[in-house]
């Protein structure tokens, strides 16, 4: 009797615990339909990714990585499928209001401050105006960017703009953080230390990323997941869970473990090329 | 400054050397004319000082014209009749009523047609027919049926000015309201930002370029209406009744500065709309 009843709690505590996908796709397709026929951007792709993870997506153009990104945030529709978001549809998850999304664009608005940029989606999304103050001052301090709320976005730097931009997406406290190629443009030093900056945000916020990339070492670096994807059909070859610890200083990126890590995601793109 | 005046100061010059030998040669024929029946030989330096002193001339020189505009701005009562500021102004007065409706016009249509599918495709092809019909052709239907109705003045003539001025606003808005990208509007999606907000916090702002630049076509345009609307009125004022008067008597002098005084008013406005756009653009971060 105790016995029974202990199972069942535990049951319970699983379908209800903090390890309950945050995202979770099953069987997802999508086809667009071009002038020159049908694209398949996606066939049967299945991932889970748990409350907290950071995970990365790398593969090589066209493989659907920005689609499959778009679909969770309720951009496009998927042909085949499902995903829930939160444990709802992409399409309320969106208009909860449950993820944040950067795009590999800037995109912050000329006329506006940086200040201003970072206060649009919270005016928007009707905050007070007291408050949205205070959420500015303290997303700007988390990327770094304290003293620049008065600031134009031309009198800033790319990297910089790219920081105010994923601090939007952080200003109304969304669990999730969607991030389509954040770093594509900039040049590696930059690079590296908005990395540091990004893991180290994550760690302090507990927030659920996907993050898609090209480079292999930023997906191992950032990443406590990897997922490697494969073109015409996009589709996913490998996932690979990082061992590396969640404390990652810059020159972890020369240990073995992370070389190996690497290896392992390189030889997932080459398998997926050679299948073609 | 000072690097921009040169060549502006030798545009000018240059103008002003070609406009007199062009008053010359046209102006020739009646002097040859006059020298014949009065039985004298014309020397070259009494032709060139007759052609540019005759009375009603085929090319008054710049000097007649300067003369006439001083006389009719500054040494007469605004009041006047024979006030050249005064026949401005009221070209002036039907200008700004007609860009200002033309442009509340040209800013509502815009509005309806990037928002609406259907206004899209049926106003716009209309929009653009209304501007291949000959405003000459036009102008004296509207202000015969607005008399008819009685209506005149000033609105007959706005609304040709109007009629004139609302389609680079349209053509220009719906370019600007739809000037943000794909990802912009992703963005708003993602937020999940209403129709209303998306246009007022960006496509609204992000049309401003496009406004200014719709603004002072439409200015212009609608200076032209106003004075197109005053042609076949049997005005008794405005610039166009200048033209108009002046052609009936063969004033050429007197056209000649209506025709100044409507370039210039032509450049204040324009250059008008110019500052407030660089003051606002700059005040918004894109300029
Ligand atoms: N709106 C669309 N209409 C038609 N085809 C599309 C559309 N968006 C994407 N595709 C096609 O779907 C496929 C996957 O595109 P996607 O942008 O997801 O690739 P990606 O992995 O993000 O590539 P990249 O690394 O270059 O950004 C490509 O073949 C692309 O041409
Ligand atoms: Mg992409």
Request: hydrophobic share 45%.
């Amino acid at each position: 009797m105790n016995k029974h009843m202990n199972e069942a709690t535990i049951t319970q505590t699983i379908e209800t615990a903090p390890g309950t996908p945050v995202i979770a796709a099953r069987g997802l397709d999508l086809t667009f339909q071009t002038n020159d026929g049908p694209v398949h951007a996606l066939r049967d792709v299945s991932l889970d990714i748990a409350k907290g993870d950071f995970v990365s997506f790398i593969g090589p153009s066209g493989c659907g990585k920005t689609t499959f990104l778009r679909v969770m945030a309720d951009l496009e529709e998927p042909t085949g499928g499902s995903v829930t978001v939160n444990g709802v549809t992409p399409a309320e998850a969106r208009r909860a209001r449950a993820y944040g999304y950067v795009f590999q664009a800037a995109g912050l608005y000329p006329w506006r401050t940086i200040g201003g940029n970072i206060r649009l989606p919270l005016e928007i999304m009707g905050i007070p105006r007291a408050e949205q103050a205070e959420r500015v001052r303290r997303v700007l301090e988390l990327v770094e960017l304290g003293g620049f709320e008065k600031k134009f976005p031309w009198q800033l730097s790319g990297g910089m703009q790219q920081r105010a931009s994923i601090a939007r997406a952080l200003s109304f406290d969304a669990d999730i953080l969607l991030m389509d190629e954040p770093f594509g443009a900039l040049d590696e030093i930059v690079r590296d230390h908005l990395n540091e900056q990004l893991l180290k945000l994550w760690e302090r916020t507990g927030k659920t990323i996907a993050f898609v990339t090209h480079s292999i070492p930023e997906a191992v670096y950032l990443s406590t997941k990897i997922v490697v994807m494969s073109p015409r059909p996009g589709r996913i070859t490998d996932v690979i869970e990082s061992p590396l610890p969640k404390e990652r200083p810059l020159d972890i990126r020369d240990t073995p473990e992370f070389l190996e890590v690497a290896h392992r995601v390189r030889e997932g793109l080459r398998a997926g090329h050679q299948d073609e | 400054m000072s690097r921009s005046l040169l060549p502006v100061l030798t545009v000018l010059a240059f103008i002003g050397v070609i406009w007199y030998a062009a008053a010359v040669a046209l102006n020739a024929p009646w002097a040859y004319d006059k020298a014949q029946r009065a039985g004298v030989e014309l020397t070259l330096p009494a032709l060139v000082s007759d052609t540019w002193a005759q009375d009603k001339p085929k090319l008054p020189a710049p000097h007649q014209v300067g003369a006439e505009l001083w006389e009719t701005t500054v040494q007469k009562k605004v009041t006047s009749k024979r006030s050249l500021v005064y026949h401005a102004w009221i070209t002036l007065s039907a200008t700004l009523l007609g860009f200002v409706l033309g442009t509340g016009l040209g800013i509502l249509l815009a509005v309806g047609i990037v928002f609406n599918r259907t206004m899209d495709m049926s106003v716009m092809p209309w929009v653009i027919a209304s501007q291949t019909i000959p405003i000459l052709a036009i102008a004296p239907m509207i202000i015969v049926v607005l008399n008819a109705v009685g209506i005149s003045g000033l609105l007959p003539k706005a609304m040709i000015s109007m009629y004139l001025s609302f389609f680079p606003v349209v053509v220009g808005m719906v370019k600007g309201l739809r000037s943000p990208d794909a990802m912009q509007l992703d963005q708003m999606r993602t937020w999940n930002a209403s129709a209303a907000q998306t246009f007022w916090k960006l496509r609204l702002p992000a049309s401003m370029p496009y406004f200014f630049t719709s603004l002072k076509i439409a200015m212009a345009a609608s200076l032209v209406g106003a004075i197109v609307g005053e042609l076949p009125t049997g005005a008794v004022a405005g610039l166009g009744a200048r033209l108009l008067g002046g052609s009936y008597y063969g004033q050429t002098i007197q056209i000649w500065s209506a025709l100044i005084m409507a370039a210039a008013l032509a450049a204040a406005l324009v250059g008008t709309i110019g500052i407030i756009q660089r003051v606002t653009l700059k005040r918004m971060g894109m300029a």
